[in-house]
């Protein structure tokens, strides 16, 4: 397995992390937080141009908006998935209403939108709410 480079979500240090120890809760060398929460990452514009510019590790964002009905009933499946697909893939979520600059740059025009990257550049998209059962599948379906 190779390298990944993953970026520590508490102090944005850069790390390198061998591919067969993904699995094994690595922390970030510089402040030793999870690289990997089992919780999907907060985003922000930078943090996220951050994460596609350095990560090998592929990063699936959910563009959200608290007002948002059908975004709610997904966010604990997302949630959820975090946990089950750490080490394979990272999940996110960006707030629409708060970052509307990042939100427009990636063509957001309905929410909720998945959006799947792979070494900064998109792979997959999907818009509307889905069932565990349907995240799933679409996760498992990435060709990463």
């Not at 922000?44 to 964002?61: F, K």
């Amino acid at each position: 397995m190779s390298d990944h480079f993953l970026i520590c979500p508490a102090c944005q240090a850069k790390n390198r992390v061998p591919g067969e120890r993904l699995q094994q809760a690595p922390q970030c060398g510089k402040c030793k937080a999870p690289l990997l929460p089992s919780q999907p990452l907060t985003l922000d514009g930078p943090l996220m141009d951050r994460l596609l510019a350095n990560e090998t590790l592929p990063l699936v964002v959910d563009f959200w908006a608290p007002w948002c009905g059908p975004c709610q009933s997904m966010a604990p499946v997302f949630s959820a998935a975090a946990g089950e697909v750490a080490g394979q893939l990272r999940l996110a979520k960006l707030d629409t209403e708060a970052h509307q600059a990042a939100a427009s740059r990636f063509g957001i025009r309905s929410i909720p939108t998945l959006i799947a990257f792979k070494n900064g550049k998109e792979i997959a998209r999907q818009s509307g709410a889905l069932s565990a059962g349907q995240l799933r599948q679409w996760l498992q379906n990435l060709s990463v």
